[in-house]
């Protein structure tokens, strides 16, 4: 079972920011295509950002200006910066590697946008 670990999921209140990482080991950071995705209650699961062909990122259209992607290269990690949260940011975020044709999905952090 590969292995992702995602933390920095809480409460905030709209307009505010968090932080997202996610920690995996060194060969599937070197391997795998890294991104980013949310689950409302009710709703199907949706990209939030990725890694596509290296440092190149892609965004939802929701987010976009609002969060971004990044790597630490010493750290095996990704990380979700989320700027300027709404109440409809509301959702179980995921970290996802896709290698050799397969995903692989972290167990999710909460994140929950509210006054």
């Known amino acids: 079972q590969e292995q992702l670990v995602e933390s920095g999921g809480g409460l905030v209140q709209p307009g505010g920011s968090l932080r997202l990482s996610c920690a995996t080991s060194?060969?599937?950071?070197?391997?795998?295509?890294m991104g980013w995705y949310r689950q409302a209650p009710g709703e199907q699961r949706e990209m939030v950002a990725t890694?596509?062909?290296?440092?190149?990122?892609n965004y939802g259209d929701s987010v976009k200006g609002r969060f971004t992607i990044s790597r630490d290269n010493t750290k095996n990690t990704v990380y979700l910066q989320m700027n300027n949260l709404k109440p409809e940011d509301t959702a179980v975020y995921y970290c996802?590697?896709?290698?050799?044709?397969?995903?692989?999905w972290g167990q999710g952090t909460q994140v929950t946008v509210s006054s």
């Open positions: 060194a060969y599937i950071f070197s391997v795998a295509t």
């Open positions: 996802k590697a896709r290698f050799y044709a397969i995903d692989y």
């Open positions: 890694f596509i062909n290296g440092e190149i990122t």
